[in-house]
């Protein structure tokens, strides 16, 4: 499956109040090639669902637009495979909508535990240009390359932290 993705991605100043009472759903994701720099290949596990994906930027060097290339995977499959990455990121998502605007509210496991982004997806610049930010959210990041998928994979907290700190960010947690 192939798709086109129109996203903004914030940092969050606090917990959105529209994520209690949701059920998340556990995402594993694994970034390959292991010793990329710039991994955009990612095996992913969502509950007990399995895929592969590939992102490529529209236009280079902005991340706010890409095409995913996506194939679903058998468990077997992702287990061959996940052998060959040790650059993981685990985060609860949470799929609700954030002043009218779907959003995936992602709270990071693990290593990253405290760290909280939200995308929001658009359907067309069109919908993008009536986009509001809301309380929730601290700092777009949509073009910080420390916050990408394949950039976080692997990496702890303290990692990143100063690069957080460029934005005030505070550590949240449920």
């Known amino acids: 499956m192939k798709n086109l993705e129109i996203e903004l991605t ?3 100043s606090q917990l959105p109040r529209e994520i209690m009472g949701v059920t998340p759903k556990r995402l594993v994701d694994i970034y390959i090639p292991e010793d990329s720099s710039f991994p ?20 280079e060097g902005d991340f ?20 060959s990455s040790n650059r993981t990121v685990e ?10 605007f779907p959003a995936e509210v992602d709270v990071f496991l693990g290593e990253l535990l405290g760290l909280v982004m939200i995308d929001f997806e658009f359907e ?8 509001r930010i809301p309380t929730c959210c ?11 998928g394949g950039q976080l994979a692997g990496k702890s907290y303290a990692d ?15």
Do not use: P
């Not at 499959?77 to 996940?82: L, N």
């Not at 985060?91 to 009218?100: A, H, M, P, Q």
């Not at 067309?124 to 986009?131: D, G, I, Q, V």
């Open 40 to 59: 955009i290949v990612r095996l992913r596990q969502k509950d007990d669902e399995f895929e592969i994906t590939k992102k490529v930027a529209v236009h």
């Open 138 to 148: 601290l700092a777009d990041v949509t073009q910080e390359k420390f916050v990408l």
């Open 160 to 174: 990143i932290q100063k690069k957080l700190d460029g934005f005030n960010y505070k550590r949240l947690s449920l």
């Open 124 to 131: 067309n610049e069109e919908t993008e240009a009536l986009f």
């Open 91 to 100: 985060k609860d998502r949470y799929f609700v909508k954030i002043d009218s």
């Open 10 to 12: 914030f940092l969050a």
């Open 64 to 83: 706010s637009s890409h095409v995913e290339h996506t194939i679903s995977l058998t468990k077997d499959e992702f287990e061959a495979m996940r052998k």
